[in-house]
C-alpha cells in the first residue's frame, strides 16, 4: 500500500492551521524519523513518515470529539480515507492505550489495532526527539516535560503518564538496538 508522504504533510498543515507549536513539533518529528528511517523495512518507509506528520492531528480545533488527541486524530484521519493501518499507528502512538485506560477510553481506542514491532518503535523515537515546538529534546528532558505540562491534569492521567515511560524506553531502546545493529552490518 503506497502512503503519500506529501499528502500528509499537506493534511497535517491543514488539520493543525494555527498551531504552528504543534506543526513545528510534527516537522522536527518527521526530520527524526527520515534519520532513522532505515530500521523499518523499504516498504514501511513512507508509513512511519506519513505517522510522523500526521500522529498529533488530533490537536487540531477543528477535529477535536472525545478531547483525547490519539484518537480524534485517527476517528479525522479514518474519516478522510487514510489507510487503517495509518490511523492505527497514530490511534496508539507513544502508548495512547495506558493514558487511554485512565481516561476511559479504551474500548473506544482498541477498534483500531495496535501494531507491534519497528514502525511503533520508530515512531515513538520520533516523536519523543522532537520537542513542544519542535526543538531537539533527550528522552529523559521530553519526558519530564511532559509530565511538567500536565501537572493539572487528573491524578490518574499523571500516574498513567508515568506508568507509560518504562513502555516508551523499551521502544527508544529497541529501536536504538536496530540501528546499532545496521551500523555493524555495514561496517562489518
Ligand atoms: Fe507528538
Do not use: N
Amino acid at each position: 500500500m503506497r502512503f503519500d508522504v506529501d499528502e500528509a504533510r499537506a493534511c497535517a498543515s491543514r488539520l493543525l492551521a494555527g498551531s504552528d507549536d504543534r506543526l513545528a513539533h510534527a516537522k522536527a518529528a518527521v526530520r527524526r524519523a527520515d534519520e532513522i528511517a532505515s530500521v523499518v523495512g523499504p516498504s514501511d518507509r513512507e508509513l512511519l513518515l506519513c505517522g510522523a506528520w500526521l500522529h498529533d492531528v488530533g490537536y487540531g480545533e477543528k477535529i477535536r470529539t472525545v478531547g483525547f488527541h490519539p484518537l480524534d486524530g485517527a476517528l479525522a484521519l479514518e474519516k478522510l480515507g487514510w489507510p487503517s493501518r495509518l490511523c492505527a499507528l497514530v490511534a496508539h502512538h507513544s502508548e495512547s492505550r495506558i493514558t487511554a485506560s485512565a481516561l476511559g477510553l479504551s474500548d473506544q481506542l482498541d477498534r483500531f489495532p495496535r501494531e507491534e514491532g519497528a514502525v511503533t518503535d520508530a515512531l515513538v523515537h520520533a516523536d519523543l526527539a522532537a520537542g513542544p515546538r519542535g526543538e531537539r529534546m533527550s528522552l529523559l528532558e521530553r519526558l519530564d516535560d511532559i509530565e511538567r505540562r500536565h501537572l493539572d491534569d487528573p491524578l490518574a492521567l499523571c500516574r498513567a503518564r508515568t506508568a507509560r515511560r518504562p513502555a516508551l524506553i523499551q521502544a527508544i531502546t529497541r529501536t536504538e538496538q536496530r540501528l546499532h545493529s545496521l551500523r555493524c552490518r555495514v561496517s562489518g
